[in-house]
């Protein structure tokens, strides 16, 4: 599985937060971001069904909380 680089912009109080878990956690930031994103994700599909593939465009928007 290849590797990407993200860039996110985030405000320094938010950042010096999550960089006191992570250092709690016994993690860097980065992989802390990555244990959030995993979580974020499994509890998703679990209320939602597994990704599969890639979502066309059309499909990919937030539903609408009528």
Known sequence: ???K???IRIEQEMLDKI???ADYEGRSVNSHVL???RE???AFE???GTIT???PPDVN???SKK
């Open 1 to 3: 599985m290849a590797t």
């Open 5 to 7: 680089s993200v860039s």
């Open 19 to 21: 960089g006191y878990i």
């Open 35 to 37: 244990v959030l994103i």
């Open 40 to 42: 974020n994700i499994k």
């Open 46 to 48: 679990l209320q939602n």
């Open 53 to 55: 593939g890639k979502i």
């Open 61 to 63: 928007v937030k539903p």
